[in-house]
């Protein structure tokens, strides 16, 4: 666990609430209520937070995302498309026994067209890699998961705007194409046990893990989903002070 997954993860928790509620009454309370709420789940070394100042500050960036959300909600106030199982899945390929699963953050309806809008929302102060797979797999998803189109995606970076970012949208035959090679070589790999891996010195995907088990990480709990939570003591620097450090 680190502060940006963990302040990821509980403003999508609120924004994800709001889905399951008739429009009128979306914004019935401020979103911070929630978001305090939420917050108690992941506060202290269960969040990654080494100390208050740290966690604060986190806290405080979320915070300020979800009165953006408040004050420019946009299609949060519109018809949502709710998905009823807890975790979408379809048969990516029956013959490959390989299923795609996954959530999407948001479904907005557009009844001009009898389509759907996929918003995912970001709170990371990073644009998203044009090359990455979400989309196309959040496409295949929602167009094998519920009956109507999907005519529109969009990624919204809610740490700095006041509206989605439309993205282009994915060829359906080549994304299904690309997303089966990749899932048939993780099939494999788990079938052999053997996980090669290109970079010669590890990739920063799986360092945190290899940290685990030479025993580096501490372990601070257990989540909602029963998984064993770590954190990786490094060295932190708080924005703005560059003459100390705070070492855990």
């Given at each position: 666990m680190s502060p940006p997954l963990s302040l990821g993860q509980a403003v999508h928790e609120v924004v994800e609430s709001l889905s399951i509620l008739p429009t009128d009454k979306r914004f019935m309370k401020p979103l911070t209520e929630k978001y305090d709420e939420v917050w108690k789940k992941i506060s202290g070394k269960i969040g990654g937070y080494l100390n208050d100042k740290t966690e604060n500050r986190f806290k405080e960036r979320g915070r300020k995302m979800l009165v953006r959300l408040h004050d420019n909600p946009g299609p949060l106030t519109k018809l949502a498309v709710k998905i009823k199982a807890d975790l979408p899945y379809y048969w990516l390929s029956e013959d490959e026994n390989i299923i795609l699963c996954g959530k999407i953050d948001w479904l907005e309806y557009l009844p001009k067209k009898?389509?759907?809008?996929?918003?995912?929302?970001?709170?990371?102060?990073?644009?998203?890699?044009?090359?990455?797979?979400?989309?196309?797999?959040?496409?295949?998803?929602?167009?094998?998961?519920?009956?109507?189109?999907?005519?529109?995606?969009?990624?919204?970076?809610?740490?700095?705007?006041?509206?989605?970012?439309?993205?282009?949208?994915?060829?359906?035959?080549?994304?299904?194409?690309?997303?089966?090679?990749?899932?048939?070589?993780?099939?494999?790999?788990?079938?052999?046990?053997?996980?090669?891996?290109?970079?010669?010195?590890?990739?920063?995907?799986?360092?945190?893990?290899?940290?685990?088990?030479?025993?580096?990480?501490?372990?601070?709990?257990?989540?909602?989903?029963k998984q064993d939570v770590y954190i990786i003591p490094v060295k932190m620097i708080e924005k703005g002070d560059k003459k100390s450090v705070i070492l855990s």
């Open positions: 009898n389509g759907v809008h996929i918003i995912d929302f970001k709170t990371g102060k990073s644009d998203e890699n044009p090359k990455s797979l979400q989309l196309p797999i959040y496409y295949l998803l929602a167009s094998n998961t519920q009956k109507r189109k999907v005519v529109k995606m969009s990624y919204w970076y809610i740490a700095r705007n006041v509206k989605p970012t439309t993205q282009k949208m994915p060829d359906p035959r080549k994304a299904k194409i690309k997303i089966l090679k990749i899932a048939k070589e993780i099939k494999l790999a788990r079938s052999l046990e053997r996980f090669p891996c290109k970079h010669k010195t590890g990739c920063r995907a799986c360092r945190p893990y290899e940290k685990i088990l030479r025993g580096e990480a501490e372990l601070v709990g257990v989540n909602e989903f």
